[in-house]
């Protein structure tokens, strides 16, 4: 019993570090972003939500463009782009998060096979 229930345990239990990895990894140079909030939207969804500044509108539409071709966002969304005083593009941005991507039992999975033990 305790073993099945330590499985199911981790079969559901979320891990953040690959979506962190995957903004890090997705973000251009010219886009940043200002803040990260994350929450359950029922079932195994999860939806993103940042605020961010980009250099130009330009920007903003190429990191629309390379979020969009990710296979884990879903739906992703740029909103209300608007200038800062220091001529900065700011931005919303949101999205659900392919629940693939944050599961702990795939990376420890994935981790294993990076890191075989002789």
């Known amino acids: 019993r305790r073993l099945s229930a330590s499985k199911e345990l981790l079969a559901g239990h979320t891990a953040l570090s690959p979506l962190v990895s995957l903004i890090e990894s997705l ?27 980009a250099r130009s509108f330009a920007s903003v539409a190429l990191q629309s463009d390379v979020f969009g071709n990710s296979p884990f966002f879903r739906d992703p969304i740029f ?16 999205a659900l998060i392919d629940p693939r991507l944050l599961s702990y039992s795939a990376l420890i999975d994935q981790l294993r096979q990076e890191n075989p033990q002789p």
Do not use: C, R, W
């Not at 251009?28 to 994350?38: A, D, H, I, R, T």
């Not at 909103?79 to 949101?94: C, E, R, T």
């Open 27 to 53: 973000t251009l140079q010219s886009v940043q972003f200002e803040s990260f909030k994350y929450a359950h939207a029922g079932g195994d969804k999860l939806t993103l939500i940042m605020k961010g500044q």
């Open 79 to 94: 909103a209300n782009p608007n200038l800062d005083a220091k001529g900065q593009v700011i931005f919303d941005f949101s």
